[in-house]
Every structure is written in C-alpha cells, then in structure tokens.
C-alpha cells in the first residue's frame, strides 16, 4: 500500500473525529459558554451547511492549483479551524473554527479521492479510494465515544487540542509522503474553472450526483431516528444507543472496503447491488424492528449497506466527469444534501404519527429511488453520448 494512502488515510480520520466528535461534547460546550441547547446545535449543523457550500467554493476557487499543494493548504485550514475552537473565548469564536474547519471537508475528500486513486493501478482505484475513506469510517466508529471520554476526563478544549494534533500529523504526513504531482500524472486534468464546469454537460454526471444523493438520503433518514427505533420499538435501554451505533460503525468500516474492491470488479454492478441491499435493509429492519436481536445484526447491515456505495460513486463521478475534481467535490456536497432530505423526510414521517419504525420505511423509499436512478445511469452507460463516454486516465 502506498503510504501517501495512509497519510490521506489519517487526514480523513481527523477531519471524521472534528465532524463527529462534538455530539458528545455538546453539553459541555453550551455549559461554558451558557448558551441553550439550540445554540450549541449550531455547532453541528453549521459545520454541515458549511460542508456543503465549502466543498463546491473551495474545489472552484483552486481549480488551476498542483492538486498536492492544495491538500496541504486545506489540511492547514483544517488545523486552524480546530485551534481556533480549543481556545475559544467565546461562542461566536467557537462557531467559527467549526466553519472554518468544515470548509476543507468537502474539497479534501474530493481532491483527496482524485489523489489517492493515481497512486495505484487503474484496476485499484476503487480501493485506493476505500482506503482513504476507512479513515473517516473510523472516526464514525470512535468519534462520539472519544469525545465524550477526553471531555469527561479533560475537557471539552482537551478533545480540539487532540484533534488539532492529528491535522498537524495528517499535514506532515501527506506533505512528505504524497508525491509531488499525484492525481496529474496520468493525463493533464480539467485546469480552468470553465473547463471543469464543463463537465456537468454529462448527464452522467447528474445521474451519479442524484444516485449519490439518494443513497445518504435513505440512509440518513433512517440513522438519524435510529436511537428512538432502539428505546422505543427495539426495547434497549438509552444506555445501549452507544455501544449499537458503535455496531452501525463498524459496518461502515466493513462496507466501504468491500465496496471498494466489488466495485474494482464490475462498478455499476457493485452499486445496483449495494443500493439494493440498502433497500432491502431498511425495509427489513423496519418490519423486525420489535425484536432486539435482529436490530443488532440490522443495523450493522445497515452500515454496510449504506457506505459499500461510497468509493464507487467517487470514481464513477471522476470518471464521468473527465477527472475533475469540481464534479468529485459536488458529489461530497450531495452526499450533505441528501443528509438533510433523508432527516427532513424522516422526522415528516414521525410528525404524521407514523410511529419510530416509518424512517426505516421512509429512508428504504429513498434508498429504492437510488437504485432506480443507478440502474437507468449504468443502461445509459452501455450506449452513451459523446459528452458522456468515459475516458481512460
């Protein structure tokens, strides 16, 4: 394994642990700056908007830069977004070192895959990408739980300090360890903006964005009622909602790098594939949600599922779209979209009086709308136009 992998590998770690951590700090958080519950939501929901619109920003406003380079400065913006909240003297100051740490998510992750799959063979590109996910995967597993145990033990400041110190390593990291021109050495990509925005005349391109969309979509919308699904319908006590999203993390880890090589294999017959077993998850799991014993082995299908997806959608994207990197950050930013449609749609369905079961019913909906979508892209695929043939590189 290259090891510029492993450094992409922990840079998407740390920007995971950043993401993920504050659920747990939370109280701690709006205790010291005494500012309510909604307030201190801001800091996750924020941190998601600003996913969104930095992926798109940033990926556009670096579009002619050496991709390494711009690894570099997004990881310093990373570290500096986690400083700034470690010693925060306030709470304006603290939302702003989460927006400013969440403006590189995006684009990291998008640049990152572009980076990571030209440092193996074309025939591993899938992997290479599965690779430097499995740091994120990981932070999903850990995040929650590490920040509450350094926040009980040291403070919630202890768990940015932490945090701030994986970006310093992850910088080092890929700074030494990255070659100087990975992600342009196969062909010479999209460099100009317009040249990038090229890209998104491929239906192709949209198809997969909609596909990927769709796909978080059902998987988010049933994840994020999953603890009402445990104590309410499942029987668990709340105590157990950690150790069982644990579970779910673990499938994530399991599913992205299964995905991963599937997807080596034979692309758009891995996602038809993953898509559908998301479905067929979902849909399961919301009729068996009554016992706690399928709940625990579902959930962990859940994960797998729900991310085996994931290195697919980010070459196929690339690759449909020439190699530019804007179409690979804006498949990050409808992955967030389809976030906020799945929760959205879910806590609809729980308003209605549908009961704690109706997400899972609600996200395998979703889910089956991707499948459909991925099944018409992967037919098009076969006899495409000339704006959406795939290239080699």
């Given amino acids: 394994m290259p090891t510029g992998l492993i450094a992409l590998a922990l840079g998407g770690f740390g920007i995971g642990l950043t993401e ?121 597993v850990l ?34 360890l990255v070659p100087g ?21 491929s239906s192709q391109v949209w198809l997969t964005l909609a596909a990927t969309a769709l796909s978080y979509g059902g998987m988010f919308g049933a994840f994020s009622y999953i603890a009402y699904t445990f104590t309410e319908v499942s029987g668990f006590a709340p105590a157990d909602v950690a150790w069982l999203l644990m579970v779910y993390g673990v499938g ?37 949600a009554h016992s706690a014993a399928a709940s625990v082995v579902l959930v962990f299908l859940m994960g797998v599922t729900g991310f085996a997806s994931v290195p697919g959608m980010i070459t196929r994207v690339t690759d449909v779209a020439h190699g530019a990197a804007l179409a690979a950050s804006a498949n990050v930013s409808a992955s967030n979209v389809g976030n906020a449609l799945g929760a959205w749609l879910g806590g609809l369905a729980i308003s209605a009086g549908l009961g704690y079961t109706a997400p899972l019913y609600v996200g395998a909906g979703i889910a089956l709308t991707s499948v459909v979508v991925m099944v018409v892209a992967a037919r098009r695929a076969r006899s495409p136009r000339p704006a959406d043939r795939v290239p080699t590189w």
């Fill in 20 to 140: 993920f951590l504050i659920a747990g700090l939370l109280p701690q958080v709006a205790s010291s700056f005494e500012v309510t519950e909604a307030a201190a939501g801001w800091l996750i929901s924020g941190y998601a908007l600003s996913v969104a619109v930095g992926a798109i920003a940033l990926t556009a406003a670096t579009a002619r830069l050496p991709r390494k380079p711009v690894l570099v400065g997004l990881v310093a913006l990373f570290v500096i977004g986690n400083l700034l909240s470690a010693v925060a003297p306030n709470y304006p100051v603290m939302l702003l070192g989460r927006i400013v740490a969440a403006l590189c998510h995006g684009s990291f992750f998008g640049i990152g895959s572009l980076v990571a799959r030209s440092l193996v063979a074309p025939e591993r590109k899938s992997r290479a990408v599965a690779v430097m996910f499995a740091g994120l995967t990981v932070a999903n």
């Fill in 143 to 176: 995040g929650v739980p590490f920040g509450a145990l350094v926040g009980e033990r040291w403070g919630w400041r202890a768990a940015f300090w932490a945090v701030t110190a994986i970006g310093v390593l992850a910088l080092a990291g890929i700074a030494a």
């Fill in 252 to 288: 994530l880890v399991v599913g992205n790098l299964v995905g991963g090589r599937a997807a080596d294999r034979d692309r758009d017959r891995a996602l038809v594939l993953s898509l559908l077993g998301l479905t067929l998850t979902l849909a399961l799991f919301g009729l068996l």
């Fill in 181 to 201: 021109r990975a992600g342009e050495q196969r062909s010479t990509p999209p460099s100009g903006l317009r040249d990038q925005l090229r890209a998104f005349r």
